[in-house]
Every structure is written in C-alpha cells, then in structure tokens.
C-alpha cells in the first residue's frame, strides 16, 4: 500500500495514500518502497515486543486518524466496481 509521510502539530505520521489527500510536504512512498520498509522493519524488530494491546494506543495513531479522507475498503469496491 502506498503511504504519506506527513508532519501535523509537530508529530510525524504515516498515512494510507488512498485515504488521505497529498498536502505540501508530504513524502510519497509507493508500494514497492513501503514492501521494503516493512521488511526491514520486521527484521528490526524480529525479537522485540512492539505494542501491548492493552496499553493506551501511541498519540500518533490519533494523529492518524484525524488526516484520514476516506476508507481504503471502500475505494477498492468502487475501483472494483462493486457495491
């Protein structure tokens, strides 16, 4: 999936490129470039515990969620045509 990196209120975010709009400054990475950069971090973080589910949800989430536009889901269903 292709994504944009994108700096809102001082916090760096990464964002589904579908379901957000391009905005000046953001850095595009396509799907092949993302593949790496999930692989490498996988072997980064092989052994490592990343994220409790119990745990209060990182701020960068929230971020997240407050630059997404539309829903990937439904974007593949309209490109897909279907309903």
């Known amino acids: 999936m292709s994504i944009r ?3 809102v209120g001082g916090i760096k975010i990464a964002l589904c490129a579908v379901e957000s709009d391009p905005m000046p400054g ?3 990475i396509d799907d092949g470039y993302h593949y790496a950069l999930a ?3 996988m072997q980064d973080w092989r052994d490592e ?3 409790d589910p119990g745990a ?5 989430w929230a971020m997240m969620a407050t630059q997404k536009v539309r829903d ?3 974007e593949l269903k309209k490109w ?4």
């Open 5 to 7: 990196l994108r700096e």
């Open 49 to 51: 515990f990343i994220y």
């Open 39 to 41: 692989m490498k971090f």
């Open 56 to 60: 209060d949800p990182p701020r960068e």
């Open 72 to 74: 990937a889901q439904e």
């Open 26 to 28: 953001d850095i595009y």
């Open 80 to 83: 897909l045509g279907k309903k």
